[in-house]
């Protein structure tokens, strides 16, 4: 759920992979916590301490700053104050909230979310086994439930709203799902529709991509009125500058662990630069490794995460 909003400042108001999903096609990696619980997973004031410590080094004010992280920031009972905070300390800059869109339904949750400019829910699927195989909810979310709610909050939100549909193949790709968000799209007109598809493995084995003629006929079909749909690659990797890779696999383990080849992968970069770029992180304690399998993955430690 990132790389729609241009350069961004990425705030992670979850400190681990705590969801109320386990989405078949997380990049972040399987959800450890799956809950609907609210609560101050990070702390309002420590996450705006951090974004107060990276304004004061005097860097240029970001294009947007983004609530995401490690898994759904809505489950964050202090949100609001999140943003409220971040609008002080950036005034000129808008606040985004990615979000999956299932704790939507609570009236508290869309009130906080309204007080963000712009909002990019993720909905995969409205036919409800689809949903549930590709989002593996909690117990007691169901899509119809989630389309309540977003149309809920079209009507109380001023701001605007980037839907996103990810399409796995074989699973919530068929005819019967892009009829029901054929006509859920009317309903909600999101500001945009970006039709995207897997460009990593997930956390499943197995899933994989639609390919571009699927993408093609989606957005074809669930452009409507003045709401365009586009179709893109859900990575949010782009070129980097050789001198630019140290600050860009910061930014890129702050929001996901990584190996260094999938590193260079990612930001398209030369694997050993990575590699240097990766042993000066962790020797500074910017970033911690785990062995998984064989296979040593990279993560940063921070809730402020700039790219
Ligand atoms: S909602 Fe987002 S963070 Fe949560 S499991 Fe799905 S893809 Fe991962």
Redesign the pocket.
């Known amino acids: ?1 990132s790389g729609r909003l241009g350069r961004s400042l990425g705030l992670d108001l979850l400190g681990g992979r705590i ?1 109320s ?3 078949v ?2 990049e ?1 990696g399987a ?1 450890r916590d799956l809950t609907c619980e609210r609560k101050p997973y990070v702390p309002a004031a420590d996450i705006i301490e951090e974004l107060a410590r990276w304004k004061e080094e005097g860097l240029n004010d970001p294009d947007m700053v983004t609530l995401g992280g ?3 920031p809505c489950l964050n009972s202090e949100m609001g104050l999140v943003i409220i905070e971040a609008r002080k300390l950036f005034p000129n800059t808008p606040v985004a909230v990615l979000t ?1 869109a299932s704790l939507m339904t609570d009236p508290e949750v869309r009130r906080e979310l309204a007080l963000a400019d712009v909002v990019l829910p ?1 909905l995969d699927s409205l036919v409800p086994d689809e949903f549930a195989k590709v ?1 593996r909810p909690c117990k007691g979310i169901s899509p119809a439930a989630v389309a309540d709610g977003l149309l809920a909050f079209r009507k109380e939100f001023k701001g605007k709203i980037f839907l996103e549909i990810l399409l796995a193949e074989g699973i919530n790709d068929s005819d019967e799902n892009l009829g029901r968000l054929k006509d859920f799209c009317k309903r909600l007109a999101p500001d945009r529709v970006d039709v995207v598809t897997l460009t990593r493995p997930g956390t499943v084995k197995g899933v994989r991509p639609v390919d571009g003629a699927v993408l093609s006929r989606w957005r074809l079909a669930l452009e409507s009125g003045d709401t365009p749909a586009a179709t893109r690659q859900a990575s949010d990797g782009k070129a980097m500058s050789t001198e630019r890779t140290p600050a860009a696999v910061a930014a890129s383990l702050s929001r996901r662990p990584q190996t260094v080849a999938q590193l260079a992968q990612a930001l398209n970069a030369d694997p050993e630069k990575v590699r240097q770029a990766v042993e000066a992180l962790e020797k500074r304690g910017e970033i911690i490794s785990r062995d998984d399998q064989g296979e040593i993955f990279y993560h940063g430690t921070g809730h402020v995460i700039e790219y």
């Open positions: 759920m969801c999903m386990d989405c096609y997380c972040v959800t490690l898994g759904e999956n993720s989002n």
